[in-house]
């Protein structure tokens, strides 16, 4: 402040000094510069006062408010979103850093983890004859006549890094062992695939269903129908394939959509192969293309292959070819129509025994070849969103006994919102042999079945794309 008037005053004396004045001019600046200086020494003087006063206490903080309860949650205010110009999203640099573990995704905004959580549920009634029952030949073997939970599913998946996408499902569900019912809870998904692998291709490593057919890879609560067709049930089991290993995929750089798929296991599944070791491996292979026919409907064709080992140490082989139509109307949500089926061939050798003198004890032993095959087609006509109406007929042989069976099933669906439904089916089987159940009890040759499923789902869930 005393460095601004004293400049002040300077200028106001350059500027009179520098014109030119008479004696009185020069006796009267004079005057008016005496009192300048002491104005200015005035408020020096005050200036220096100010300054050694000292400064006022601080004010002592308020006593704290009485508590208030938290208003309801409907009279909150909306939390503040977080935007793009605010929290920008990490870059590549920032995971290449070194930083805490989690600290990338507090970017996110509040309430966000890094991955996300589902949970479904499928519940399935069955109902049938007695004789059904007591023989165990129904669909559900063991479970005839019952209402039970099938699956329940509880899905952690996610974006691990910008390379990386993890998945773990535990899944529950009652079973059925040595006629002994019972609740089973395991691991039923644990993998990662890797996204950004050279030449364009990914790498799924853990525990996971194959990508082995058309719908080997669903879920019980996203079949077609309630349950799995018999083909499949008979030649990989009521599990299907759920095997621990890789796959690699390649979507080669072509003008039309093409996936290739090789994948290494262990070979655990005890209907089909068995061998459970890497010293005789699992191999799968698949291809699969897809292209539109037109701007309101898509097919998509597939083959796929796999070869392993049984416990006995016997090769077998399966093959598949799968097909899949959907007519989509131009402005609706949900096909109007859908076609698809699958056929399955099997090559197989097998023990055999037989009774050479008729003495009832099996003397014969050896190994021959079974070559096997069965396939089902399936239609379903959705004119209304909530309602879907279906038929799928099933046909095939046994993978290592003789004989065979088909079976019709018309279905309808009932969907109120996208996470929950609803599915009646009649099933009707006949086989060319019996089926009977512990201690030769029952008869199952011919099963007339009424199906109930009730399916819901919670938080997110991913499904197939097509």
């Known amino acids: 402040m005393r460095r601004l008037i004293v400049v002040c005053l300077a200028a106001v004396v350059v500027t009179l000094t520098g014109s030119p004045a008479s004696a009185q001019d020069v006796e009267?600046?004079?005057?008016?510069?005496?009192?300048?200086?002491?104005?200015?020494?005035?408020?020096?003087?005050?200036l220096q006062a100010m300054e050694a006063r000292p400064a006022p206490p601080l004010p002592l903080p308020a006593a704290p408010a009485a508590p208030v309860a938290a208003p309801a949650p409907l009279a909150q205010a909306p939390a503040?979103?977080?935007?793009?110009?605010?929290?920008p999203a990490p870059t590549l640099g920032d995971y290449a850093r070194p930083h805490q573990p989690f600290s990338l995704a507090e970017r996110r905004g509040p309430g966000q983890l890094l991955f996300d959580i589902g949970l479904s549920a499928d519940l399935?009634?069955?109902l049938t004859q007695r004789n059904v029952e007591q023989a165990q030949g129904g669909t559900f073997a063991g479970q005839e006549n019952r209402f039970f939970p099938r699956a329940i599913e509880l899905g952690l998946f996610g974006q691990i890094d910008p390379y990386a996408r993890g998945v773990v499902r535990f899944e529950a569900g009652e079973t059925v062992e040595d006629g002994e019912r019972g609740f089973h809870v395991e691991v039923s998904e644990a993998h990662l695939t890797l996204l950004t692998l050279p030449f364009g291709t990914q790498l799924k490593l853990g525990r996971m269903l194959n990508r082995f057919?058309?719908?080997?890879?669903?879920?019980?609560?996203?079949?077609p129908q309630t349950d799995r067709p018999n083909v499949l049930a008979r030649f990989l089991g009521a599990e299907g394939l759920n095997e621990n290993g890789a796959e690699l995929t390649w979507v080669a750089p072509l003008p039309v959509y093409?996936?290739?798929l090789l994948g290494v296991f262990t070979g655990d599944n005890e209907a089909a192969f068995g061998r459970g070791s890497l010293r005789a491996p699992l191999l799968t292979a698949r291809l699969r293309t897809f292209f539109e026919l037109d701007e309101v409907s898509a097919i998509q064709l597939g083959i796929s292959a796999a070869h392993g080992e049984t416990p006995e140490e016997h090769r077998n082989t399966l093959t598949g070819v799968d097909l899949k139509y959907k007519l989509v109307p131009e402005g609706w949500r949900h096909p109007l129509l859908t076609l698809a089926g699958e056929a399955l061939f099997?090559?197989?050798?097998?023990?055999v025994t037989g009774d050479s003198d008729g003495d009832g004890i099996d003397d014969l032993r050896g190994t021959t070849t079974r070559k096997r095959w069965g396939w089902y087609a399936y239609a379903e006509l959705q004119p209304w969103?909530?309602?879907?109406?279906?038929?799928?007929y099933d046909w095939t042989q046994y993978p290592t006994a003789p004989g065979s069976e088909w079976a019709v099933e018309p279905y309808v669906t009932f969907k109120p919102s996208d996470f929950l439904r609803f599915r009646l089916a009649y099933k009707h089987t006949e086989r060319t042999h019996r089926v009977t159940g512990p201690d030769d009890r029952g008869s199952a040759r011919v099963v007339d079945e009424i199906l109930l499923q009730a399916t819901f789902l919670l938080g997110a869930h991913p499904t197939d794309a097509f």
Not at 28 to 37: G, I, K, N, Q, Y
Not at 213 to 223: S, Y
Not at 346 to 351: F, H
């Open 80 to 87: 503040p979103t977080t935007t793009e110009s605010s929290a």
């Open 124 to 126: 399935v009634a069955n």
């Open 258 to 260: 093409l996936e290739a």
């Open 213 to 223: 057919g058309m719908l080997n890879q669903i879920h019980e609560d996203d079949l």
């Open 28 to 46: 009267s600046l004079r005057r008016e510069v005496e009192a300048l200086r002491k104005q200015l020494q005035s408020v020096t003087e005050r």
């Open 385 to 392: 969103q909530r309602w879907a109406f279906g038929f799928r």
């Open 346 to 351: 099997a090559n197989r050798k097998v023990d």
